[in-house]
C-alpha cells in the first residue's frame, strides 16, 4: 500500500460546480498536511496547509480526518482556472520526509 | 514566484554520463529538498540537506548524490545515468528552527528536465 494514496481523475467538472476529493495516508505519525496544485510541466504551488480545524482560503476548503487519515480539499464555484493536477502531501518528521500522493487532476469546462 | 531557482532548465544526457543540478534557496532558508517526478507521478523525495549535511533520504541508490553550500544553495548529482532517470528534478527551499519539530511549508524551484537517451 502507498504511504499516502489519491484518486487520479480526472474529474470533470462544469464551471461554477463544486469539486471534492479526498488524499488518504497510512502512517499514523504523520505530522503536517499540505495541498500543491500543479499545472502541466510547471513545479507544484502551495495551495494550502491543511489544519486539525479545517481551513478555508476564498472557494477552497481543506479538511483533515486524523482518525480515519484522510485530507480533503473541496473547491467551490470552479473556474477554468482550477483545472490542473492536485498534490496532497504528507509530512512526518522521521526521515524528514515530505510524500506526496500521485495527484488528483481536475478539468473544469464551460 | 517563490523566489527558488534552478539550472538548468533541461538537460539531454546518454546513459552512463553523470549530471550536476543546481538549486538556489529562497532568501531566509536554509534547508533544501530534491525531488524526482517521473511524468504522471507525485514528487518522490529524494534527499534533504540542513547545515550543509543530508538530513534525510529516501529509497534512492547511492549514485544520487548532494552538497549544499554555506550560502544554503545545493546540488544535486547522478552518477551512471539510466534511462529510467528521465526525469523533472525539483528542489524545494523550507526553513528549519534548530530544536523545534515544527516543519515549515516547502517551497518549489520551477525544476530540471532531465532526458537520458
Known amino acids: 500500500r502507498k504511504e499516502v494514496e489519491q484518486d487520479p481523475g480526472p474529474f470533470n467538472v462544469p464551471e461554477g460546480a463544486t469539486v471534492a476529493f479526498n488524499c488518504t495516508y497510512s502512517n499514523s505519525a504523520s505530522q503536517s498536511f499540505f495541498w500543491y496544485r500543479q499545472d502541466c510541466r510547471k513545479e507544484p504551488k502551495l495551495l494550502m496547509s491543511v489544519y486539525s480545524s479545517g481551513n478555508e482560503d476564498g472557494r477552497f476548503t481543506a479538511q483533515l480526518n486524523r482518525a480515519s487519515q484522510y485530507i480533503s480539499l473541496l473547491i467551490r464555484d470552479s473556474k477554468l482556472s482550477d483545472s490542473a493536477t492536485y498534490l496532497c502531501a504528507v509530512f512526518k518528521a522521521a526521515g524528514n520526509k515530505l510524500t506526496f500522493g500521485g495527484g488528483t487532476r481536475v478539468l473544469v469546462k464551460p | 514566484e517563490t523566489g527558488v531557482t534552478q539550472s538548468p532548465t533541461h538537460l539531454i544526457k546518454t546513459r552512463g554520463q553523470q549530471v550536476t543540478l543546481r538549486c538556489s534557496s529562497q532568501s531566509g532558508h536554509n534547508t533544501v529538498s530534491w525531488y524526482q517526478q517521473a511524468l504522471g507521478q507525485g514528487p518522490q523525495f529524494i534527499f534533504q540537506y540542513y547545515r550543509e549535511e543530508e538530513n534525510g533520504r529516501g529509497n534512492f541508490p547511492p549514485r544520487f548524490s548532494g552538497l549544499q553550500f554555506p550560502n544554503y544553495s545545493s546540488e544535486l548529482n547522478v552518477n551512471a545515468l539510466e534511462l529510467d532517470d528521465s526525469a523533472l528534478y525539483l528542489c524545494?527551499?523550507?526553513?528549519?528552527?534548530?530544536?523545534?519539530?515544527?516543519?515549515?511549508?516547502?517551497?518549489f524551484g520551477p525544476g530540471t528536465r532531465l532526458l537520458v537517451l
Open positions: 524545494a527551499s523550507s526553513l528549519t528552527v534548530a530544536g523545534s519539530s515544527r516543519r515549515e511549508t516547502q517551497y
